[in-house]
C-alpha cells in the first residue's frame, strides 16, 4: 500500500530508519508528531515554555513541525498532558480526542470538535484508527480536578502505534502483542524519581515490551519538564533514563529496537512483519 506523506521541511536532526511510511517526531515529553497515512495526529502537545508548576528545560519545537494539526490525542489532564495554551496555538477547530469525561471541561474553553472514549471505543482520523486503550494512572488533580480518566491510544493505519500515555505496568498489556510496529513508552517522571504505582521506570518499560513485543520503541515521558526550583536537583535524570531503557530493552526484549529521539527529531518507519518470537523476553 502506498501512503502519501505530506511535504515537510526536514530538521537538521533526524535520522531514516526505513523507506518513509510513517513519520514520527519527538517534540519533548509526550508529545509527538505522528505522519500517518495522509493525517496528521499529536499526543499529549505541550508547546510552551511553562505550563502550570513545571518548566520546559530543552527547546520549543518548531511550529512548522506541528501546523496543520487534523487531531490532537489527549491522555488524560494533567499539567503535563493537557496544556490550554498549547491546545489553542493548534487551534480551537481541531479534533481532540479525549477520555470519556474530559469534553466539558474542553468545551468551557471554547473547543467544538471534542470526541470521547472509553477504552475499547475507537474514533477515525480519515482512514486512521484511533482506539483508546487501558491506562493505570489517576487523571484527576490540577488543573482540571476531578475524576477524568487516563488512557493511551492505538493508532492503526498503514502502521499501528501504540502510545501509552501515563501508566504503571499492568497485566493487560498482553494484550497489545499484536504486531505493533512501534510502541511510544514512557520511562520517567517529570522530577528527580517516579511512582512505580502510577509511572514506569526504564526497567518496568523495558518489561512492558517484552511484553508488547513492537517492532521499535520510542522512550517518552523524559528530560523535558521539571518542576519549578528542582532544575539543579539531578540533573542526570532529565538525561539517563531513555539510554537506561534502551539497554534493558536489549536485555529484556531483543526483538525490539530501540531509538532514543531528541526534540525534532524524528523515526521514518514502513509496515513490517511482527516481532518474530525469537529473543523471547526474559524475566528481570
Ligand atoms: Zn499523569
Ligand atoms: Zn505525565
Redo the contacts with the bound molecule.
Sequence with gaps: MVRRVRPRRSPDTHEVIEAAATRVTFLGH?SVVIDIDGQRIITDPILRPRVGPLRRTTTIPHGELWSDTDAVLISHS?W??LDIGSLRLIGPETTLVVPRGLATHLLARGFRRIVELLPGEHHGVGRVRVQATHAEHRGFGPPVGGTERSVGFLIEGTTGIYFAG?TAFFDGMSELDIGLDLALM?VW??GPMVRSSE?LDPLMAARAIAVIRPRWAVPI?WGSLHPVGLRRLRPSTRVDPPHQFAQLVRRYAPQTRVRVLGIGSRLDLRPGVPASAGGAAREP
Design positions: 509526550s494533567h503535563d498532558h501515563d514512557p517522571g517529570w509511572h515521558h
